[in-house]
């Protein structure tokens, strides 16, 4: 593989031109699509073969005209028992009626024919239907309907629209440019140059644009749920900014062991690039793999964001070289650019015959090595007390695992939005006035094979369900037209996300199962995230035994070791224990929950656990190869394998410590986003990094490499045959020249 990239990286530098003209056709291309072929994105989470989607779907077969989104006005008087006088009954009216001729509604229904009134005769909820699902309203519609109830309010009273209709996408605003920005100060003092962090910076947002236009032209033809391009624009920009850091900082190594552009880009691309093939194809695997869960919306949102991460790598082996090409020698600070005045030039030139930029001069001396950086000290310290580091290593991230074992999962509601927002006032509102289980109520569909059997089985069900714990009310039933199915609304004591409203949902499917002449079906938001919740709960071990078993594979393929593999594989399992904890303490028990701008603790949501055990496999393994491949090459070319660890972390520390501030830098900067989803992922895959590179990489991996000995590049012969080599060190490379260079990444 080393050989054929080598051919790649020389082939796009000498042919620069074109290659940038290439991407830019192509985003030109992707961008007019999206602008044109744009669908909504979906905010359901829809879940087949669960009780409660089958539910929705006979809903929607038998009562076509509530098949739309639903809306929940809450009303305020001033006065308790206001809304029983003609003055306050006058008022609800009017407010009713404005709500009907809202644009895209149904109708709406007066809370005082249907006793949608509070017992201090204070609160009310005036229901509204639209014609069309929340994810068809539109954002004119949406808006006249946050804005109803203007001249009611200037009457005294307190109007709050609320319901599934308020979903919509999470903006993308200038909270995330922080952290581009701090990613953009930490390639310059990385690089030292202006040129090469700024070539590098380019050629990640040029491949971002690319795979954010495709995804987004491609949401007219299939279902993208609002978080979906929000996870892919997360790690299209980290991996993006790290992959071009990796080629590019490799290729400025070659410029000063005095090799030229071209052969400096060909072997970064050669070597580095192999790296970043192999990272990418880890990332894509265990994004790809969320397939296995069978979960249409949280495929969708792997295979999204394992799309733009294959155009990152696409963009760093062939965009990046191209790049180089034009900046020449100028990638280099300037103390460093030890070259003759008159062989200077622009680094701007023809594409094949360009004389002055492939073959200039090389630096007319090449730098001592520094073994006295700050990664050599950390190697050298940390080997030398390996056994009480890894002892205090462990130590530490078993205590921040702690909250793991209390990790509850759910969808967010509208009790968990941020403050002020219209979807927590209406939430607040109704839960002062009636209850917390007002806001996320629960609809039971009974269907009989004819009218008679429904109309005998709805009494039996609904005593069923009012001798149950914890059910505050049972509203009587609406009967489909021909009167085969009933539905029947269930209201909680507790709120949505409360354990004993899961507690509720199973009590009251037990308690139905057995109604004879019908089946009883439980759903509604509330149902349908506990279905959710649950169905990844049971996918996770799975899921992460996959992961797992993958990377002790892959990496037995690189390293051709056992031992090696398995210590990356636990210490992937340290980072993702460690990184649960802290989002739990934080997010779900509410520890320094100001910090991260969050007002109300809730469980975490359904398919973070498994999106960051997918993600972070990935990025572990970037630091992973990037750290050992170093150790192994110095070990096979004699070093002893404490010299040889000393010799991987201090080459490769201050690359593997810039990328993660960047990774952490692009991750954190979603932190500062209200949407709670959003937020709780940025959050974990922050911490998931900053535990993984700065803790069991650069910490715990050099100690356990150092007291593992030799013993660490152990592999049986029987297996080191049976093995293919993938090469991604680069020794087919060296041998394809037919030199000693070294080819280390």
């Given at each position: 593989m080393a050989t054929l990239l080598y051919r790649l990286g020389r082939g796009a530098l000498r042919r620069r031109r074109l290659v940038v003209a290439l991407w830019l056709v192509v985003l030109v291309v992707a961008g007019l699509a999206a602008a044109t072929l744009r669908g909504p994105t979906a905010s359901n989470f829809t879940m087949p073969g669960t009780e409660s989607q089958r539910a929705l779907d006979l809903l929607s077969e038998q009562f076509p005209a509530a098949s739309g989104a639903t809306g929940t006005i809450a009303v305020k008087a001033p006065a308790d028992g206001q809304l029983g006088t003609p003055e306050g009954q006058a008022v609800v009216q009017e407010l009713v009626q404005e709500a009907s001729a809202l644009p895209g509604v149904v109708g709406a229904v007066n809370p005082l024919q249907v006793g949608a009134v509070s017992p201090n005769g204070r609160y009310a909820l005036v229901q509204v239907q639209f014609a069309t699902g929340g994810d068809e309203v539109t954002d004119e519609q949406r808006t006249a309907y946050e804005e109803v109830g203007a001249a009611v309010e200037a009457k005294g009273w307190q109007v709050a629209p609320g319901g599934e209709v308020l979903g919509g996408e999470p903006e993308i605003g200038s909270t995330e440019a922080i952290g581009v920005l701090v990613a953009a100060i930490v390639l310059i003092i990385t690089f030292g140059s202006l040129v090469a962090a700024g070539m590098t910076m380019l050629n990640a947002l040029i491949g971002v644009g690319v795979g954010m236009a495709g995804l987004f032209a491609l949401s007219g033809v299939i279902e993208l749920t609002s978080t979906a391009p929000i996870l892919a624009l997360m790690l299209g920009l980290a991996v993006g900014i790290d992959y071009s850091l990796f080629i590019t900082s490799r290729?400025?190594?070659?410029?000063?062991?005095?090799?030229?552009?071209?052969?400096?880009?060909?072997?970064?691309?050669?070597?580095?690039?192999?790296?970043?093939?192999?990272?990418?194809?880890?990332?894509?695997?265990?994004?790809?793999?969320?397939?296995?869960?069978?979960?249409?919306?949280?495929t969708v949102m792997g295979l999204a964001a394992a799309a733009t991460v294959t155009i990152a790598v696409l963009v760093a082996i062939t965009l990046q070289p191209a790049l180089l090409g034009f900046a020449g020698h100028r990638v280099l600070p300037r103390r460093l650019r030890a070259v003759p005045t008159a062989s200077v030039s622009d680094g701007v030139g023809t594409d094949e015959d360009d004389t002055d930029v492939t073959d200039r001069p090389a630096a007319t001396t090449t730098p001592i090595e520094d073994r006295n950086g700050f990664g050599f000290r950390w190697a050298r310290l940390v080997t030398r007390f390996r056994v009480p580091v890894i002892l205090v290593s462990l130590?530490?991230?078993?205590?921040?695992?702690?909250?793991?074992?209390?990790?509850?999962?759910?969808?967010?509601?509208?009790?968990?939005?941020?403050?002020?927002?219209?979807?927590?006032?209406?939430?607040d509102l109704t839960t002062e006035g009636f209850g917390p289980g007002f806001t996320g109520r629960l609809a039971v569909v009974v269907a009989g094979d004819d009218a008679q059997a429904t109309a005998a089985a709805v009494p039996q069900v609904t005593a069923m369900i009012q001798r149950t714990e914890n059910v505050l009310a049972v509203a009587p039933p609406q009967l489909s037209p021909d009167g085969r199915t009933a539905l029947l609304g269930v209201v909680p004591k507790t709120g949505p996300t409360d354990e004993a409203t899961e507690t509720l949902v199973h009590d009251v499917r037990d308690a139905v199962g057995g109604v004879q002449g019908a089946d009883v079906l439980l759903t509604g938001a509330t149902a349908i995230g506990i279905d959710v919740s649950e169905k990844l709960s049971d996918a996770l071990p799975i899921y992460l035994l996959l992961v797992v078993g993958l990377s002790v594979l892959l990496l037995m393929l690189v390293f051709r070791s056992l031992l090696v593999p398995l210590k990356a594989a636990l210490g992937f399992l340290l980072t993702v224990a460690a990184t649960f904890g802290i989002t739990v303490a934080i997010f779900q028990q509410g520890h320094l929950a100001s910090l991260v701008g969050l007002d109300t603790p809730a469980p975490l949501v359904s398919f973070l656990p498994i999106l960051l055990i997918g993600i972070l496999f990935g990025l572990a393994m970037d630091y992973e190869v990037f750290l050992v491949s170093r150790m192994r090459e110095?070990?096979?070319?004699?070093?002893?394998?404490?010299?040889?660890?000393?010799?991987?972390?201090?080459?490769?520390?201050?690359?593997?410590?810039?990328?993660?501030?960047?990774?952490?830098?692009?991750?954190?900067?979603?932190?500062?986003?209200d949407d709670p989803i959003i937020k709780s992922m940025g959050f974990a895959l922050a911490i998931g990094v900053a535990i993984d590179a700065f803790v069991v990489r650069m910490t715990i991996v050099p100690a356990v490499m150092s007291l593992l000995g030799d013993r660490a590049w152990w592999l049986p012969r029987w297996l080191n045959r049976a093995l293919p080599n993938v090469d991604i060190e680069g020794e087919g490379l060296r041998t394809h020249l037919g030199d000693r260079t070294p080819t280390h990444v």
């Open positions: 290729h400025r190594q070659n410029l000063l062991e005095g090799m030229s552009p071209e052969e400096a880009v060909g072997r970064a691309v050669g070597t580095a690039g192999s790296a970043v093939v192999f990272a990418g194809a880890t990332v894509v695997i265990a994004l790809a793999g969320l397939a296995v869960v069978n979960i249409p919306f949280l130590l530490g991230l078993g205590l921040l695992a702690l909250p793991t074992p209390d990790m509850r999962l759910a969808l967010p509601d509208a009790s968990t939005a941020t403050e002020g927002s219209p979807a927590r006032v209406a939430s110095d070990f096979v070319h004699g070093d002893t394998a404490r010299e040889a660890t000393i010799s991987g972390m201090g080459h490769g520390a201050r690359v593997v410590t810039a990328a993660a501030l960047i990774m952490i830098s692009v991750f954190g900067g979603f932190v500062f986003l």
